[in-house]
């Protein structure tokens, strides 16, 4: 069983910043990729980063330049540092990873429960 935990949501002003942070528990052998999505009400959820086990690095263009995704693998961890908030950036962010959880066996993904995000004056 794995667990994805998001935590850092919150309301913020436009052009505030937020850092959400994702740890993932469980039985985990390897975590190939991880990543954040969002959610806004009446839409797909769509991508918003992610950051593959060799720290490549993938941005939806409407934050390029505005957010920024890392890692700590030792933690199984990944964050997601959001700058120059917009008020189109409010959704419900939700976590991702690729993971397997034991030696010889495919990766599945896994998604934790989100986090809200709110960006209002």
């Known amino acids: 069983q794995v667990q994805l935990v998001e935590s850092g949501g919150g309301l913020v002003q436009p052009g505030g910043s937020l850092r959400l942070s994702c740890a993932a528990s469980?039985?985990?052998?390897?975590?190939?990729?991880m990543g954040w999505y969002r959610q806004a009400p009446g839409k797909q959820r769509e991508v918003v980063a992610v950051?593959?086990?060799?720290?490549?690095?993938n941005y939806a263009d409407s934050v390029k330049g505005r957010f920024t995704i890392s890692r700590d693998t030792a933690k199984n961890t990944v964050y997601l540092q959001m700058n120059s908030l917009k008020s189109e950036d409010t959704a419900v962010y939700y976590c991702?990873?690729?993971?397997?959880?034991?030696?010889?066996?495919?990766?599945?993904?896994?998604w934790g429960q989100g986090t809200q995000v709110t960006v209002s004056s």
């Open positions: 991702n990873a690729m993971i397997a959880t034991r030696i010889g066996v495919a990766p599945y993904d896994s």
């Open positions: 469980g039985s985990i052998f390897k975590i190939y990729v």
């Open positions: 950051i593959s086990t060799d720290d490549r690095l």
